[in-house]
């Protein structure tokens, strides 16, 4: 599994710029104000209660730990670390079509979560020199040269289409399969039963073994798993896949698996 090392203050930073101060701002009050200033330090907190996005909650947390830091030099923890991976994710794709929708994303308390995913996976393709273009719809986006379609979906158990999965069934009924599409060479469809927060968990190898019934001759379909935990050198985020059975990786085709850590002093 490959290590990767990551600069968590500049990346918070950047985090900060892309999702801008005022929102920001607002969304700390909001955290603040939530059950009479109960959760004011931002634990205990029922998001979707307080209409707050993860991806604030994150930030938040980050700037408490990364000014703890400051004071007892103890290093980013966990938080900081999850917003820094946003934060990354987002600069890898800054020229990507369509990407300020999904800041918007970002944004929304009900879409914040899958668009975080959706980011994790797309930014694997920005690294390695692809060019990505998101759709208007969240958990489909396009990679370009070759072209692949790319499909994103959280499940229990992940049934692919066909198999009581309605949502993965509406997405690829409404894209097309690739044996419909000529022009496209094949999709990667990945599944994943949590998303990439802290203390996430998924034993993957519960998921349904079997590949999704829209995928065609040279598609691939991708279970995802993504964990942040305290490691043995400190916070890391596990970024690991298990693929569906009969499937076979390919060197243009993104497979997550890696480990993040924050950059060693």
Same mark, same amino acid.
């Given at each position: 599994?490959?290590?990767?090392?990551?600069?968590?203050?500049? !990346?918070?930073?950047?985090?900060?710029?892309?999702?801008?101060?005022?929102? /920001?701002?607002?969304? /700390?009050?909001?955290?603040?104000?939530?059950?009479?200033?109960?959760?004011?330090?931002?634990?205990?907190?029922?998001?979707?209660?307080?209409?707050?996005?993860?991806?604030?909650?994150?930030?938040?947390?980050?700037?408490?730990?990364?000014?703890?830091?400051?004071?007892?030099?103890?290093?980013?923890?966990?938080?900081? @670390?999850?917003?820094?991976?946003?934060?990354?994710?987002?600069?890898?794709?800054?020229?990507?079509?369509? /990407?300020?929708?999904?800041?918007?994303?970002?944004?929304?308390?009900?879409? &914040?979560?899958?668009?975080?995913?959706? @980011?994790?996976? !797309?930014?694997?393709?920005?690294?390695?020199?692809?060019?990505?273009?998101?759709?208007?719809?969240?958990?489909?986006?396009?990679?370009?040269?070759?072209?692949?379609?790319?499909? @994103?979906?959280?499940?229990?158990?992940?049934?692919?289409?066909?198999?009581?999965?309605?949502?993965?069934?509406?997405?690829?009924?409404?894209?097309?399969?690739?044996?419909?599409?000529?022009?496209?060479?094949?999709?990667?469809?990945?599944?994943?039963?949590?998303?990439?927060?802290?203390?996430?968990?998924?034993?993957?190898?519960?998921?349904?073994?079997?590949?999704?019934?829209?995928?065609?001759?040279?598609?691939?379909?991708?279970?995802?798993?993504?964990? &942040?935990?305290?490691?043995?050198?400190?916070?890391?985020?596990?970024?690991?896949? !298990?693929?569906?059975?009969?499937?076979?990786? !390919?060197?243009?085709?993104?497979?997550?698996?890696?480990?993040?850590?924050?950059?060693?002093?």
């Amino acid at each position: 599994m490959y290590e990767r090392y990551l600069d968590v203050s500049w !990346a918070v930073n950047y985090l900060d710029e892309v999702m801008g101060t005022d929102w /920001l701002k607002e969304s /700390l009050k909001l955290l603040k104000g939530y059950a009479s200033g109960g959760g004011s330090f931002g634990r205990g907190i029922d998001l979707s209660a307080c209409e707050v996005s993860e991806t604030a909650y994150y930030w938040y947390r980050a700037r408490e730990e990364l000014a703890l830091d400051i004071i007892g030099g103890q290093g980013p923890g966990l938080y900081a @670390l999850q917003a820094a991976v946003i934060g990354d994710d987002l600069w890898v794709l800054r020229d990507s079509q369509g /990407l300020s929708e999904r800041v918007e994303g970002l944004k929304q308390p009900a879409d &914040a979560g899958q668009v975080i995913t959706e @980011l994790v996976i !797309a930014a694997g393709y920005a690294r390695s020199g692809r060019r990505v273009v998101f759709t208007n719809q969240v958990g489909i986006f396009n990679v370009l040269g070759p072209k692949i379609n790319v499909y @994103l979906e959280h499940c229990n158990r992940c049934p692919g289409p066909g198999n009581g999965n309605t949502r993965v069934d509406k997405m690829v009924s409404s894209e097309g399969c690739t044996q419909n599409q000529p022009d496209t060479a094949f999709s990667v469809f990945y599944r994943y039963q949590n998303k990439p927060g802290l203390n996430s968990y998924c034993d993957f190898y519960d998921a349904e073994p079997g590949g999704m019934d829209c995928a065609g001759s040279g598609d691939l379909v991708v279970n995802c798993s993504f964990i &942040a935990r305290q490691g043995p050198r400190g916070p890391e985020i596990v970024r690991s896949y !298990a693929l569906a059975e009969g499937h076979q990786p !390919a060197p243009d085709r993104h497979i997550p698996n890696e480990i993040i850590m924050p950059v060693r002093e």
